[in-house]
């Protein structure tokens, strides 16, 4: 892991410790029953492929998708929405047009839970994405467990050995994995470990600070039969374009949308419809 930087490092290490823990509460084997009995997953990659035909009421097939995300808190930027309702916030982004929604799961750093991800696969029929430091196959079960229908696994905090493993995995759960990259050299690693839907993330976890070329950058990198995400330092419609121009089947968008003052307002206006906005804040346990 020489790639990763000190943040995901600790991020990674701590989620790890974490997750053992939990396994020695719960085993793996109890843990795979309980995904066994979930509901049937959604199929996130589906939902979020430019040109598939099992969008539902997302976007029409060749427009960009959005995936909207629950996160109450922010490495670089603190709280954000700390008191944000998970099931009101995804229930807005589902209005506006999101075909996917990210919940934040790591408590640490983000402020997530398990709990946030139950109460938005609860409140909307989207596919629903664990965002996490995930290195053990256990958190893979668990996603599934919990109701999740994807998991992200992030290249630089895996060596190879553990990104195929974890592949599997997740196939085997029965749910899709979005493969994160932020290099030529990891997207070549994404590549070979046979990824079929890969995320470029903006963001430099060395600084945490984001570069909104690196997609354009990275696309000829990428796998042509890939489905691509763009991730991170999307704000407005001109982004969404220009990620869509670059070859992006769908963006993910956080903090754009968490800090809103409307929220489906703000996705609505990514993905460039009218809409009327009714003045307001974000949702929050008093509503």
Known sequence: MSSQSSFL???SAGARLAAERRASELPIAELRRAAAAAPPARGFRAAVSRWSDNRGDGPAGGEVALIAEVKRRSPSKGDLRPDLDPAALAGAYRDGGASAISVLTEPE???GSAGD??????????PVLRKDFVTLPYQVWEARAWGADAVLLIVAALEQAELDELLAEASAAGIDAL???HSREEAARASAAGAGLIGVNARDLSTLTVDTRRFAELRDALPASATLVAESGIRNRADVEAAGNAGADAVLVGETLVLAADP????????????TVTPGSPP???G
């Open 9 to 11: 490092a600790r991020a």
């Open 109 to 111: 750093h983000f402020a």
């Open 117 to 126: 991800l139950r109460k938005v696969r609860a409140a909307v029929d989207l």
């Open 179 to 181: 493969v994160e990259v």
């Open 264 to 275: 489906e307002a703000a996705a609505a206006g990514l993905l460039g419809r009218e809409r």
């Open 284 to 286: 929050t346990k008093d």
